[in-house]
């Protein structure tokens, strides 16, 4: 190519939504908004950052970054590559860029997400610096405003990254205690942990128009379902009829919106001090003007697929150790005792209590009280079965938001009753499916996740079978958390993940064993307090002897818990989830 036609290709651009040949200083003008047909383009941090904030007023937080390469993860590239490669090609440190600044004169603490950065991952980098941002607002006693734009988790960083929903989402719970506001916008497209923790439970969620957000990306829900996707799923428009997002808002009207929200908080706040409120002017129109867009506009969503041949995992393990896929087999096995079975086992005087008092009763989800050892407990866990006909009536032990919402109400219940919670996770994962979509899925586990992390009653978590990614973490913030020793807890199924950066599913045993999600892999990493040993012929083997273990367990760690003080508990649980992105920090100097 020549240099004349380099330069002409960096002038154009073509519309992805009607392929139109833009002139780029037009575009730029306009948002990014195409003029033709009003698709809004994906925007980069910096540039969606000069648009939302008042000139001169952006101030950087801090560069600091935590350990990048957490578990070692290597899939057909070592992590560390794939981290250099987004840092040259983006001229960013990491997916998520953080700042002070006035919008329309209002102080805010904001965290932009960048997609072009590893699909706008979450991984622990990410995790902390927005937990950093938030923490900021409320040193600063600013609302917090959150620009979202992610595939998921960040697959690399293992369940570490699958931490960072539970980190980011207490910082936005403290928030919330301190009465001062938090608004995520959701721009296209948001997925997966993001969707299920920060993207949803803020006070307010604005959805920039022909954005996407879900808990499951539709590729996924249509190969579990098998079935087409309803038109315009999971768009903003459609996120907006199902009641799952304050507004839809044009690219043109989104500064706008924003100070007016925040004009109306800053009023509650001035009240509630005793002051009149500061009128703020809206600096003078600096926003072009642009037709009406009701488009929805689709992309594929998720962070790119790597499509080299695959070599094994750079995960060793010691031989006295199981191979993780095998772990990963036995964790699934059919005859593996349930919940249920462990409640009858475990647990005396089990009473099932049902209902999310919404319009729905999960059975994937089971929960009542109970008694361990004399004492009173609220007992809640994901429902398999052993037989074909007992899983599908479970849904495989996958929640709807019905199921977490009732686990919700459990949770809550409990902690009124002065009750501790004890719960048994055992799920491939959330439901993937259009209805799960349409009630609110992402929401419905942000809010468990969230309401776990302030929850003023002792939370004592098992994972006893498959730890399936936001789904296992909706129940499973708690004040300790063990792992039966033939059970798996990771970000994302080995199959997904193989799916992903794998050529395909049949590298499923090297993602398991990249992913480091076994108990002792992620007793290691602090993501899991304590392994209760399974016998030799494992859970599914001696189900008597594991209950016997597990009951054992439970008390050795349960007990001293309901000596603590709750505002103690609480105190020490956010430790807990805090210290996931900080443990091994590095300056980011030399990085760029
Ligand atoms: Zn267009």
């Not at 988790?153 to 960072?164: F, H, I, K, P, V």
């Not at 990306?217 to 996120?239: C, K, M, N, S, Y």
Request: charged share 20%.
């Amino acid at each position: 190519m020549t240099a004349i036609a380099r330069r002409e290709e960096q002038l154009w651009s073509r519309c992805a939504g009607c392929a139109s040949l833009l002139y780029r200083k037009r575009l730029r003008r306009n948002l990014d908004v195409c003029p033709e047909c009003g698709e809004h383009a994906r925007l980069g941090a910096p540039e969606r950052l000069r648009q939302l904030v008042d000139p001169g007023s952006l101030r950087p937080l801090s560069d600091l970054l935590p350990e990048t390469d957490p578990i070692d993860f290597v899939d057909v590239l070592p992590y560390p590559h794939r981290l250099t490669a987004a840092r040259a090609s983006t001229g960013l440190a990491e997916a998520v860029v953080c700042a002070t600044a006035t919008i329309g004169g209002h102080p805010v603490a904001l965290a932009v997400m960048d997609f072009r950065f590893l699909g706008g991952s979450l991984g622990c980098a990410v995790g902390e610096l927005i937990t950093r941002t938030a923490e900021r607002a409320l040193d600063d006693r600013t609302p917090l405003v959150l620009v979202t734009a992610s595939g998921g988790a960040r697959m690399q960083e293992g369940a570490l990254s699958l931490m960072q929903m539970a980190t980011v989402s207490q910082a936005i719970a403290a928030l919330r205690e301190a009465g001062l506001l938090t608004v995520s916008v959701l721009t296209d497209p948001t997925y997966g942990g993001v969707a299920a923790s920060f993207a949803t439970n803020t006070d307010l969620v604005l959805a920039e128009s022909g954005a996407r957000m879900g808990f499951a990306g539709p590729r996924v829900i249509r190969q579990v379902t098998g079935r087409a996707l309803p038109e315009g799923f999971q768009t903003a428009d459609f996120l907006l009829r199902h009641g799952q997002v304050d507004m839809v808002v044009q690219r043109r009207s989104l500064r706008g919106r924003l100070v007016a929200l925040l004009a109306a908080t800053r009023v509650g706040r001035s009240a509630r001090a005793g002051h009149p409120p500061v009128p703020r002017q809206e600096p003078a129109s600096r926003r072009e003007r642009l037709a009406d867009d009701d488009a929805a506009l689709v992309r594929p969503a998720g962070p790119a697929a790597a499509v080299a041949p695959s070599p094994t995992s750079g995960a060793s393990q010691t031989p006295a150790v199981r191979d993780a896929w095998d772990t990963v087999r036995m964790a699934r096995h059919p005859a593996r005792p349930t919940t249920l079975d462990y409640l009858d086992s475990v647990f005396d005087g089990f009473v099932e209590l049902h209902g999310d008092r919404l319009g729905g009763d999960c059975p994937a989800i089971v929960g009542g009280v109970a008694r361990l050892a004399g004492r009173h407990v609220m007992v809640i866990g994901h429902q398999k079965g052993h037989s074909t006909a007992e899983l599908v009536a479970r849904n495989f032990g996958m929640a709807s938001p019905a199921g977490h919402r009732k686990a919700l109400r459990l949770m809550r219940l409990a902690a009124r009753l002065g009750l501790p919670v004890v719960t048994l996770v055992d799920t491939p994962g959330a439901d993937p499916g259009v209805s799960a979509e349409e009630q609110g899925q992402a929401a419905a586990i942000a809010e468990n996740i969230l309401t776990l992390t302030v929850l003023p009653t002792p939370v004592l978590a098992v994972i006893t079978g498959e730890g399936g990614s936001g789904g296992a973490l909706a129940l499973a913030v708690a004040d300790r958390v063990l792992m039966l020793e033939n059970a798996v807890y990771s970000v994302i199924s080995p199959e997904g993940c193989a799916a992903i950066l794998w050529p395909d599913r049949s590298a499923a045993p090297q993602a398991a064993r990249a992913l480091r999600l076994t108990a002792p892999d992620l007793c290691r990493l602090g993501v899991v307090d304590e392994v209760v040993p399974e016998p030799s012929a494992a859970a599914h083997g001696d189900p008597a002897e594991t209950a016997h273990r597990l009951r054992a367990a439970l008390l050795a760690n349960l007990l001293p818990l309901l000596d603590v003080p709750p505002a103690m508990l609480v105190r020490l649980r956010r430790q807990r989830f805090r210290r996931f992105g900080t443990t091994r920090g590095i300056n980011r100097a030399g990085v760029r």
